[in-house]
């Protein structure tokens, strides 16, 4: 198995690269200026040079608010950009997964959302990655994964456990949001969950890789001071119209992972054991 992890400076793209290289795997990392996965020929050269037999495309235009006013650019990242990798795959004989996003659902449902479940973006973000899921599933009928993630967060980049540890720091306290609610998800866990799906290699399919449970920004808020030996009540709790943003958050990001059992896989452990985890880890401000 050769490897090509595209995003491979970002939090989740850099544990992919660190965890199959230390495993023996043959695994190669891909991010701008490197290789650029909205132009065809760049990414041809990087097929040429390594002759991948799986890709894993960890690369995405994060920006959700600035996705409002540039829909048009976030497309060419996160819709178009996987449907060309998706073709140097069919090309090669290779497989892909492509890492999406809650933000596909319109956030307002009361029980999770199953992998099944139809897809209603209300932001040009979820849009956008839809499109991307839509690509790859149209150009690799036979031979991707779809693995959709939220409330993403590692040991570097920014994330909203840094900032609250940074903020634990730097003010008396801070006000967090208690009416959306989702699935902190540890990207050490979703890169390990990544790595069993490909060597299961069952079926095609959509996979939600999030860490199980359900919690409210606050709530995690609160966690994160308490791993860090903070005081939670420093946490205070406020609503959404505090934080109006171009782009809406989902009041409800929650996902199922029926499909993990149904290709013989356990699902990602409670969100809990992973900040706990990430913590021992070295999370850090």
Known sequence: MRVLVTGSAGQLGSELVRILGERGTIVMG??????????????????GLFEP???????????????????AAALQV??????LLAAACAATGAWMVQVSTDYVFAG??????????????????????????????????????????????????NNFARTMLKLEKERDTVSVVTDQIGQPTYARDLAH???????????P??????????????????AVFE???????????????????????PAYSVLGHDAW?????????????ALQAAFEDGLSA
């Open 261 to 273: 059992a149904q290709v013989g896989l356990a699902p990602m452990r409670d969100w809990r054991e």
């Open 193 to 203: 969950q990544i790595i069993a799906l490909i060597d299961a290699h069952p079926e």
């Open 53 to 71: 037999t799986v890709v894993i495309n960890c690369a995405a235009w994060t920006a959700v608010d600035d996705a409002e006013e540039s829909e």
């Open 30 to 47: 891909g991010d701008r200026p490197g290789i650029d996965i909205t132009q065809a020929g760049s990414i041809a050269t990087a097929f």
């Open 108 to 157: 307002d449902a009361s029980s999770p959302y199953a992998e099944s479940a139809t897809p209603a973006p209300l932001t040009a973000y979820g849009r956008t990655k839809l499109a991307g899921e839509i690509a790859v599933c149209d150009v690799l009928p036979e031979s991707h994964y779809i693995v959709r993630t939220a409330w993403l967060y590692g040991l570097s980049g």
């Open 227 to 249: 791993g860090a030996g903070a005081d939670p009540k420093r946490v205070q709790p406020t609503d959404s119209s505090s934080f109006v943003r171009p782009a809406p958050r």
């Open 205 to 222: 399919g959509i996979f939600h890789g999030t860490n199980a449970g359900a919690v409210s920004w606050h709530e995690f808020a609160k």
């Open 78 to 83: 996160n819709g178009v950009a996987p449907g």
